[in-house]
């Protein structure tokens, strides 16, 4: 089981990027999939999560902003971030849990990706 996130970069404030979760070794709608996110010094905050189901879950924190999406052909899993601020500045991490349902506490996932950087110029 391998996950592969990608689509990071600089982007000023205000601005919008797309984050991809590429998985491979399983399929993506067999498995909830979380995006969690690590500020310097800060702990890894789940951001979203879609279940095997389809359906997305977001906290209050990112609601309205960001959205999870999924592509069962390519088995990827997307992360819309809009309207973007400096302290949406972190790593941004894909992950994939079998068991329940989905959840933002980063101990109940199985499988991580490394890590994509988003910077947020102002």
Same mark, same amino acid.
């Given at each position: 089981? !391998?996950? !592969?996130?990608?689509? @990071?970069?600089?982007?000023?404030?205000?601005?919008? +990027?797309? +984050?991809?979760?590429?998985?491979?070794? #399983?399929?993506?709608?067999?498995?909830?999939?979380?995006? #969690?996110?690590?500020? &310097?010094? =800060?702990?890894?905050?789940?951001?979203?999560?879609?279940? *095997?189901? @389809?359906? &997305?879950?977001? &906290?209050?924190?990112? *609601?309205?902003? #960001?959205?999870?999406?999924?592509?069962?052909? =390519?088995?990827?899993?997307?992360? !819309?971030?809009?309207? +973007?601020?400096?302290?949406?500045?972190?790593?941004?991490?894909?992950?994939? *849990? *079998?068991?329940?349902?989905?959840?933002?506490?980063?101990?109940? #996932?199985?499988?991580?990706?490394?890590?994509?950087?988003?910077?947020?110029?102002?």
């Amino acid at each position: 089981v !391998q996950l !592969q996130a990608s689509g @990071g970069g600089l982007v000023q404030a205000g601005g919008s +990027l797309r +984050l991809s979760c590429a998985a491979s070794g #399983f399929t993506v709608d067999h498995y909830n999939i979380g995006w #969690f996110r690590q500020a &310097p010094g =800060k702990g890894r905050d789940g951001i979203a999560c879609m279940t *095997k189901s @389809g359906g &997305p879950y977001y &906290p209050d924190s990112v *609601k309205g902003r #960001f959205t999870i999406s999924r592509d069962n052909a =390519k088995n990827t899993v997307y992360l !819309q971030l809009n309207s +973007l601020n400096s302290e949406d500045t972190a790593v941004y991490y894909c992950a994939a *849990k *079998k068991n329940m349902r989905c959840s933002f506490d980063s101990s109940r #996932f199985d499988y991580w990706g490394q890590g994509t950087l988003v910077t947020v110029s102002s």
